[in-house]
């Protein structure tokens, strides 16, 4: 009994501990942030090309809220979207869960936050199968000048000159390769896609798109929604 009362104190202590103790200051708050920070960074990037990422790095911005505060750090890419990463750090436990976010700091990503992992592939891995040994045609290849023709079942959100952009310097994975086109895999989504059933039309976000070269050399980049067994495997 003296042993089950002595425990029953033990971890009413250390209730009291963590639950009423003084409400975390701005400093520790920063302190958690960027340790936060430097864990996330380690996680994707391995702790030598994290160092080099940090300082490529603006921030903290600092918001505070209610409960909590935000930092954020952020880069502006060099076509001018922002990639950026998000801690929150909650000032006192909302609950008596371990799970609770004060022991937990929310931490998220943008879409951009991807292109810091720099490119994936080369635009040469972007030729479908009937191209693949004529590598002299990269320099010649144009963008098709009526992308939107061939929209009737999709729409992009990022402009066709931005996806050729993209590709020209590696930001995608190739899914399949095909005779006459590639499906590739984008960092963001870059269009929806239309499918129509007999009773309403849904509407499916994809970050994914075939690549077609017409014999004039010029590429259209439709948005397709890949089926799941193309991705989580990288072809060149």
Same mark, same amino acid.
């Given at each position: 009994m003296k042993k089950i009362f002595w425990i029953s104190i033990l971890l009413l202590l250390i209730v009291l501990f963590v639950f009423l103790k003084p409400i975390r200051t701005d400093n520790t708050l920063n302190n958690i942030a960027s340790c936060e920070l430097r864990n996330a960074l380690n996680e994707e990037f391995g702790q030598i090309q994290s160092d080099s990422i940090l300082k490529? @790095?603006?921030g903290p911005l600092i918001l505070k809220q209610e409960n909590y505060v935000e930092f954020k750090w952020f880069k502006v890419l060099e076509w001018g979207d922002t990639a950026s990463i998000c801690i929150d750090v909650y000032r006192r436990p909302s609950s008596f869960s371990w799970r609770d976010n004060y022991f937990w700091p929310r931490?998220?990503?943008?879409?951009?936050?991807?292109?810091?992992?720099?490119?994936?592939?080369e635009f040469i891995n972007v030729l479908p199968i009937k191209y693949e040994n004529k590598t002299l045609i990269l320099s010649s290849l144009q @963008?098709?000048?009526n992308q939107g023709k061939y929209y009737e079942n999709s729409e992009v959100l990022i402009s066709s000159d931005r996806l050729f952009y993209f590709l020209k310097k590696g930001y995608f994975s190739v899914l399949e390769k095909k005779e006459d086109y590639t499906v590739?895999?984008?960092y963001q989504p870059i269009g929806n896609v239309y499918k129509r059933t007999q009773n309403k039309t849904d509407t499916i976000n994809t970050m994914s798109a075939k690549v077609l070269i017409n014999e004039a050399l010029e590429v259209l980049i439709i948005p397709y929604n890949a089926p799941p067994e193309l991705w989580g495997k990288t072809l060149k």
């Open positions: 490529q @790095l603006t931490v998220t990503m943008n879409h951009q936050w991807g292109y810091l992992f720099g490119a994936k592939s @963008l098709y000048p590739v895999a984008f």
